[in-house]
């Protein structure tokens, strides 16, 4: 008669659990640093773990051209952001076991 009680303690005790690493994970991903540079390294941006801009350095080389040295923030972001979603899926995976959660990203603040 309360057979399924049993699954459902199981269960809320796994969502509870979820939920608990899913906060450590974001986190860890605030903490996390990624890099993008661009133009032989005339731009370099860091990003964190989720995305956001968390440094940009630019050589005095690079703002000679207006248009070109936007083109290169962008090309930098870009990449930072690459690298950032990239360590959140690994991060996701071996948090999973390798379950496919696509999408989780947006939950954590990720996927620009």
Aim: charged share 20%.
């Amino acid at each position: 008669m309360f057979g399924g009680l049993g699954n459902l303690t199981g269960l809320l005790k796994t969502a509870r659990d979820l939920q608990g690493n899913m906060a450590k994970l974001q986190e860890k991903l605030a903490a996390q640093r990624h890099e993008g540079v661009a133009g032989g390294n005339l731009v370099r941006v860091i990003v964190d773990g989720k995305g956001a801009l968390v440094e940009i350095k630019i050589d005095p080389k690079a703002t000679a051209d207006v248009e070109l040295l936007e083109d290169l923030i962008r090309a930098a972001f870009n990449a930072a952001c690459a690298n950032s979603q990239e360590a959140m899926k690994k991060e996701m995976s071996a948090m999973t076991g390798g379950l496919d959660l696509s999408g989780f990203s947006q939950l954590l603040g990720g996927g620009s």
